[in-house]
């Protein structure tokens, strides 16, 4: 059973950034696409940026695009979440998952735990 763990979430300043990692337990991250989603309190989970499994391509929330940046490192089964120019409305949990549609989200065969991003104003 694939298992992701993520890391990094924090209380920042907006304007701020963070770095969140979603660790595997199997060398999957050159195999699946890879997302990362949100979910604030009282709100639908959402999907937030994802790098497809040849790490060529990757695709971002408009509300996103230009701050967040998806990246990997395969030979850590790591993916990572860089997020530049922190808003209060960032604040959420934060989840990674693993093999699925970008969009869909119930597409998504794994998730990790999430990790709690709390941005203040």
């Known amino acids: 059973q694939v298992q992701l763990v993520e890391s990094g979430g924090g209380l920042v300043q907006a304007g701020g950034s963070l770095r969140l990692s979603c660790a595997a337990s199997?060398?999957?991250?050159?195999?699946?696409?890879m997302a990362w989603f949100r979910q604030a309190p009282g709100k639908e989970r959402e999907f937030v940026g994802g790098?497809?499994?040849?790490?060529?391509?990757?695709s971002y929330a408009d509300s996103v695009k230009g701050r967040f940046t998806v990246s990997r490192d395969s030979a850590k089964n790591t993916v990572y979440l860089q997020l530049n120019s922190l808003k209060p409305e960032d604040t959420a949990i934060y989840y990674c998952?693993?093999?699925?549609?970008?969009?869909?989200?119930?597409?998504?065969?794994?998730w990790g735990q999430g990790t709690q991003v709390n941005v203040s104003s």
């Open positions: 998952a693993a093999s699925g549609s970008f969009y869909d989200l119930k597409s998504w065969r794994y």
């Open positions: 199997e060398r999957i991250v050159s195999y699946y696409h």
């Open positions: 790098i497809t499994w040849s790490g060529g391509s990757t």
